[in-house]
Every structure is written in structure tokens, then in C-alpha cells.
């Protein structure tokens, strides 16, 4: 593989990281988590007063990809000598990227191997689309809300948990308003239906497995309210606030 010769494409390698994270398939999010996780040397990079975190040997290679990645030969000593060298910058340990490190990687659900780390701090001269598409509704950051909602788009457990509400109920409606979009739209509204996620991605412990229990089928406009307060409000709170504001 080449090295990068230059900071813009640093930065679209640090843009498909992010997309892995936030808009990939199961595969490629899991694999990118495994990235960061097995990392010694990262590139720090700030959005929104949030620090970001990627792997050396995975955004020192020019136009990388999960595919090239894992079927090349990497050395992290090669990828090094070139991100220092592209953003004048030394490497080493920094006890302030340290602490966001590890916060960072709580909020991924993870714990990272490797106990020594060392950092280069970069200044991203643009805003990725995919986080500027987020709305800041997780007061822990962007990190957490771009995990959050990866996982309720992608997660099989939410497969099954739709299909149990249906064998239960038989068919999907908002638990708290009640809304069935199938009876109110049509055929285009069959099996329509958010799933939310009740346990926030940042208190998820390494290794946590989401269970059926764990999510609730919200129409959008209930999911929304859900994440409006922090710790997030519980189907029965919603509920009770639908029936003081109606009087």
C-alpha cells in the first residue's frame, strides 16, 4: 500500500473511519472498533469541542479501505514516519489526549489493549457530512449519538424485537402514543415503526450485548421526545406527560 503525501488525504482517510462508524455495515463498524481498539498511535482530531480518535496505521496509507487494510501488509513504524512528517508534528504521550482517549472509548463500548499510547493532535480544516448531519441530541457528544443511532438502524436484535412486539401485538405501534402507521397511511405503512434503544451506548460496559427487553417501538415523534432529557425518559414518563398535556 502507499503512504499519504499530504494532510487532505489524512483527512479522507479520517473521513472513512467516521463513515465506518457511522454509516457502515455491521462488518465494517465492528472491524473499525477493533482498529481503535488495538491501537498504540492515534491522530487526535476535534469536532464541536468533541476529540476524535484514529489508528495510525490505518489513516497513514493513501485512499485506505477495511478491504486493502486487512488483505495488506501494514507497519505502523512506516505510517508513523509519514503522519509526522505531513503534519510537522511529534508523537508521543500526552496525558489531556490520554483522558479523552479513554473517554472516547467508553463511549464506543470498548477497552483498549494497549496501556502505552501515544498521540499527534490535528486541526480538521473541514466538518465530516456524517457528522454534520447529527443534531446533538446525546449531551455526551456526537461520538455517542453516531453509535447510538448505528445501532438502531443495524442491530438483528431489533429484527427480533419488532417481530416478538408483532407476535404479541399483531402489529407494530408506538408504545407510547399508540400510532400504527399501517392504519393511518396504508400499505405503505406496513411494519413501519423506530426502534429505541433504552440503555444510552455510553453506559453500555465492553462487550454489552443489547437484549429484545431492551427496546421499545417509538414513532418518531416519541423517540425524539425520548432523548430529550438525560437519564432518557421511560416509556411510563412519556406517557405521563401525553396525558398532563392533554389536559
Known amino acids: 500500500?502507499?503512504?499519504?503525501?499530504?494532510?487532505?488525504?489524512?483527512?479522507q482517510n479520517l473521513e472513512t473511519v467516521e463513515f465506518y462508524l457511522t454509516e457502515g455495515t455491521d462488518f465494517e463498524n465492528d472491524t473499525t472498533i477493533g482498529l481503535v481498539r488495538a491501537g498504540a498511535c492515534y491522530v487526535a482530531?476535534?469536532?464541536?469541542?468533541?476529540?476524535?480518535?484514529?489508528p495510525?496505521?490505518?489513516?497513514?496509507?493513501?485512499?485506505?479501505?477495511?478491504?486493502?487494510?486487512?488483505?495488506s501488509h501494514k507497519d505502523g513504524r512506516d505510517t508513523n514516519v509519514v503522519i509526522q512528517r505531513v503534519l510537522?508534528?511529534?508523537?508521543?504521550?500526552?496525558?489531556?489526549?490520554?483522558k479523552a482517549f479513554l473517554k472516547y472509548c467508553r463511549n464506543l463500548g470498548?477497552?483498549?489493549?494497549?496501556?502505552?499510547?501515544?498521540?499527534?493532535?490535528?486541526?480538521?480544516?473541514?466538518?465530516f457530512k456524517s457528522n454534520a448531519e447529527l443534531d446533538g441530541e446525546f449531551p455526551e457528544g456526537k461520538i455517542s449519538e453516531r453509535k447510538h443511532k448505528f445501532r438502531e438502524r443495524n442491530s438483528k436484535v431489533v429484527q427480533l424485537a419488532k417481530q416478538k412486539f408483532k407476535d404479541e401485538n399483531?402489529?407494530?405501534?408506538?408504545?407510547?402514543?399508540?400510532?400504527?402507521?399501517?392504519?393511518?397511511?396504508?400499505e405503505i405503512g406496513i411494519d413501519f415503526i423506530e426502534a429505541h434503544h433504552t440503555?444510552?451506548?455510553?453506559?453500555?460496559?465492553?462487550?454489552?450485548?443489547t437484549k429484545i427487553e431492551d427496546i421499545a417501538m417509538l414513532c418518531p415523534n416519541c423517540h425524539r421526545m425520548a432523548h430529550k432529557k438525560r437519564p432518557w425518559l421511560k416509556m411510563t414518563e412519556l406517557k405521563k406527560l401525553r396525558k398532563k398535556a392533554s389536559g
Open 199 to 209: 440503555i444510552p451506548v455510553s453506559e453500555m460496559k465492553a462487550g454489552h450485548k
Open 1 to 11: 500500500m502507499k503512504l499519504i503525501d499530504n494532510i487532505e488525504e489524512l483527512e
Open 56 to 71: 495510525s496505521r490505518f489513516v497513514g496509507y493513501k485512499n485506505n479501505n477495511l478491504d486493502q487494510h486487512l488483505n
Open 170 to 186: 399483531g402489529r407494530l405501534f408506538c408504545q407510547v402514543c399508540e400510532f400504527d402507521f399501517e392504519k393511518e397511511y396504508g
Open 45 to 54: 482530531y476535534e469536532i464541536d469541542n468533541e476529540l476524535r480518535f484514529a
Open 110 to 127: 470498548i477497552e483498549p489493549y494497549n496501556k502505552k499510547r501515544k498521540y499527534w493532535k490535528f486541526n480538521l480544516s473541514r466538518e
Open 88 to 98: 510537522d508534528d511529534k508523537l508521543g504521550p500526552n496525558e489531556k489526549l490520554e
